[in-house]
């Protein structure tokens, strides 16, 4: 079966999208990683007076950044703001990101490890952008996880939640996740693929399976060459993937502009989540603005599901934690230490392309402070009445809840 990518082919041909993901990866390769090293110092070159320049995926994680935009937020905040860029892939996005082109992108949480401590950018998190927002798809004929053995699953980046999340649900499952070659009866070969590929890919049955964010799971099932195996957030209750990434220099020497940036993406996920059908709208392709390329009715099976959905997901085995009371996407900003900490371990044990010694070096507690830079967040959070406004208790501590494998 043929089936029509739902994302724009690219605003590049897709060769150098492949080209640039190599180019990342090659200079991830070598511990110091030269080529990204001159990069980041490209970034800090930038106009000190910069306006807001957004880069991000046409995917639901990126809500939060468009919603602001959409809603004149950061005007509200008396900042400067050019129209959001839309990238193809993460490659493009961190390149674009560590060469001064963007200045706030929502970023891989993952990611933003490899940027800052294998390639040395000087750029922090300063926010998480949502929660949840993916899941494993796969063709309609896979009935266990263990019939991916000897077959190929698509991931958006090797750094990222959700090869975290399917190598431990693969581990589970006695299967080995492998990068190269062909994989043996209980190996599954994972391959890099931009969110817009991958529904083409499974429609041909190209691979069996990917993981990635919404609306493209969704999009599966309505075109049906796929179905939902497990949402993410059902492995890792109310788990980040993507967050709010910016340069460290802007941090430093514009804390009042920094302050604002935070402050808008705050007010839009607090928006959001009072809203969720207007910003499915919003983020529509018939939208004047054009932040996405998917129809209304897709997003808003992500973000305002119906209720005879989670019926549907619980019956199917989609979601086994529905005491959990996760949303398929949620938002709250705050970068909780213990999901870092966790999550610096949990990679400690994922298999990821290219040379990755500094992995194993990483103490998770510095990481949590070292790579989070969190006082805009918590004086935004404070400026809407505190973690409330985000149905959370006051408290900026919480214990991680992972699924037995």
Not at 89 to 103: D, H, K, P, R, T
Not at 158 to 165: G, L
Request: charged letters at 20%; hydrophobic letters at 40%; proline letters at 7%.
């Amino acid at each position: 079966m043929k089936v029509t990518p739902s994302a724009p082919t690219s605003r590049t041909p897709a060769p150098e999208g492949r080209r640039q993901f190599l180019k990342l990866s090659t200079a991830v390769g070598a511990i110091g990683a030269l080529p990204l090293l001159q990069t980041a110092g490209r970034a800090l070159a930038a106009e000190q007076g910069a306006p807001v320049r957004i880069g991000y995926l046409p995917v639901t994680d990126a809500a939060p950044l468009l919603i602001a935009h959409g809603n004149k937020t950061y005007e509200a905040q008396g900042l400067e703001v050019e129209k959001p860029r839309l990238f193809r892939s993460w490659a493009q996005i961190a390149e674009a990101f560590l060469s001064g082109q963007v200045n706030v992108v929502h970023l891989l949480m993952p990611m933003t490890i490899w940027a800052r401590y294998g390639s040395k950018a000087p750029a922090k998190v300063v926010a998480w952008n949502h929660m949840e927002g993916s899941s494993l798809t796969v063709l309609p004929e896979i009935n266990r996880l263990s019939d991916l053995g000897g077959k190929t699953v698509a991931i958006p980046f090797w750094y990222s939640v959700h090869n975290v999340v399917l190598q431990y649900l693969l581990r589970g499952q006695g299967l080995q996740a492998i990068s190269e070659g062909n994989p043996g009866p209980k190996q599954v070969k994972l391959v890099v693929m931009s969110p817009g590929d991958m529904l083409p890919a499974l429609g041909t049955k190209q691979i069996a399976g990917y993981t990635v964010a919404e609306p493209f799971n969704a999009l599966a099932e309505t075109l049906k060459v796929g179905k939902i195996w497990r949402f993410t957030g059902d492995v890792w209750k109310d788990h980040a993937c993507c967050v709010v990434f910016m340069h460290e220099r802007d941090l430093e020497q514009r804390p009042q502009w920094s302050q604002k940036v935070v402050s808008s993406i705050v007010q839009a996920q607090a928006w959001i989540r009072d809203h969720r059908d207007e910003a499915a709208h919003m983020l529509a392709k018939d939208n004047p603005a054009h932040y996405t390329p998917h129809t209304y009715e897709t997003l808003a099976q992500v973000m305002a599901p119906h209720e005879e959905l989670a019926a549907r997901y619980k019956a199917s085995g989609a979601v086994e934690h529905a005491d959990w009371k996760e949303r398929r996407i949620d938002f709250q900003p705050y970068p909780f230490p213990s999901y870092t900490e966790e999550l610096v371990k949990m990679l400690k044990q994922t298999i990821v392309s290219g040379r990755n010694e500094f992995l194993q070096a990483l103490d998770p507690a510095f990481v949590a402070r070292d790579l989070v830079d969190d006082r805009f967040v918590k004086k935004a959070i404070a400026d809407l009445g505190g973690m409330s406004a985000f149905g959370l208790p006051n408290s900026f501590t919480r214990r991680e809840t992972i699924s037995k494998n």
